[in-house]
């Protein structure tokens, strides 16, 4: 049954992916890797089109994932999955906070988790690089934008449509 | 009744107009909730925030849970929290659709072979922001390194990986604390 497995896996998704929608890439890769859900190509896309669109990456990138997978109710059970473990997790935290504020064994936790999950990320960005920077043409224009995003900060949908315009204009 | 529903609209509102991460969000939570409704205090959003930041789950999402809380409970952080997906489920299942039919066409696979440049680049800022406040000192270059390790020798999941880093880091809390006093 598609759909209980793609709850489960966005379940666990939820349950791990501490920091924000750019820390799921890592599991969402994984999950390329395990199923044939969709592409790692088709990954970066989604990762393209999350950002561009509103609404929180992590959450636009699971009803993405989801719908490439099973369509509408795939998006849909997908999104669930990844927002149940929020909601439970932050009741029952809240209960608690209202009345004494230790974040206790999370906060603790969290000086491990924090460093592995920029390895994550790290490991999961050489994944995609290896993909697409394939020639010097692409190594080149992933250094540049690289260095302007560092310098300009823009948001991120500007060189995404930049990065579609060079791609049509240089036939990519 | 009413309540609910204004927990869910204005979270939709805020949904529909947040364009990428969590922290793209904090200006628009402030003007909805802590000005223009009086919901929360300034206070209490960052703190929200914060929490958020270091719980399971979308930054977003644990911020939203919280705010419905405290206004409506368990009833209010479920409307907040649908709020605050819907607009996602909505546009992304709408530009997802129409995308696929166009996903031969020339033109757009040359502009998606520009953006998937541009994604590794974005991804790597990502790391580069969270540096700084993810890796503290000895300790944090070490799981770090460890992590990386673990991930590329040994080929654990993800999943597996965190849960190994958030034990280690609470043993290494354990044993500050025990060595101070």
Redesign the interface.
């Known amino acids: 049954m598609i759909y209980a497995l793609l709850f489960w896996e966005f379940f666990?998704i939820?349950?791990?992916?501490?920091?924000?929608?750019?820390v799921?890439?890592?599991?969402l890769l994984?999950l390329a890797d395990k199923y044939d859900w969709y592409t790692k190509?088709e990954l970066?896309?989604m990762?393209?089109?999350?950002?561009?669109?509103?609404?929180?990456?992590?959450?636009?990138m699971a009803?993405?994932a989801g719908?490439?997978t099973a369509g509408?109710w795939g998006?849909?059970v997908a999104?669930f999955g990844?927002?149940l473990?929020?909601?439970v997790?932050?009741?029952l935290?809240?209960k608690y906070?209202?009345a004494k504020e230790e974040?206790g064994?999370?906060?603790?936790?969290?000086?491990?988790?924090?460093?592995?999950?920029?390895?994550?990320?790290?490991?999961?960005?050489w994944e995609?690089?290896r993909?697409?920077?394939i020639n010097w043409q692409?190594v080149l224009?992933?250094i540049v934008?690289?260095g302007l995003?560092?310098w300009l900060k823009w948001?991120?949908?500007v060189?995404?449509c930049?990065?579609?315009?060079?791609?049509?204009v240089?036939?990519? | 009744m009413k309540m609910l529903w204004d927990l869910f609209f204005s979270f939709f509102k805020v949904g529909l107009f947040t364009f990428g991460g969590g922290a793209a969000m904090l200006p628009l939570l402030q003007a909805e909730f802590v000005e223009r409704r009086k919901w929360v205090t300034d206070s209490e959003l960052m703190d929200f925030y914060s929490i958020g930041q270091c719980t399971p789950g979308i930054i977003a999402i644990n911020t939203a849970t919280f705010v419905g809380y405290k206004k409506q409970g368990k009833i209010g952080a479920i409307a907040a929290t649908l709020g605050i997906v819907t607009p996602s489920i909505i546009i992304i299942l709408l530009v997802a659709s129409i995308l696929s039919k166009y996903m031969h066409n020339p033109y757009v696979i040359h502009a998606f072979a520009g953006i998937r440049i541009v994604v590794v680049a974005l991804i790597l800022d990502a790391v580069v922001r969270l540096w700084k406040q993810g890796v503290k000192g000895r300790f944090g270059w070490g799981m770090f390194a460890l992590s990386l390790l673990l991930l590329v020798a040994a080929g654990l999941s993800p999943v597996m990986i965190v849960i190994l880093a958030g034990v280690a880091g609470y043993a290494f809390q354990l044993y500050l604390r025990r060595k101070r006093s």
């Open positions: 666990k939820g349950l791990t992916a501490i920091g924000g929608g750019m799921t890439i890592p599991f994984d190509g970066m896309d990762i393209a089109i999350s950002e561009s669109t509103p609404g929180p990456i992590g959450v636009n009803t993405y719908y490439n509408i998006g849909i999104t990844l927002v473990p929020s909601l997790v932050i009741i935290i809240a906070l209202f974040g064994f999370l906060r603790q936790a969290l000086f491990g988790i924090r460093p592995a999950v920029l390895a994550l990320i790290l490991f999961a960005g995609l690089a993909l697409s920077l692409s224009i992933a934008s690289f995003i560092r948001h991120p949908i060189y995404i930049l990065a579609a315009v060079i791609g049509i240089f036939e990519l």
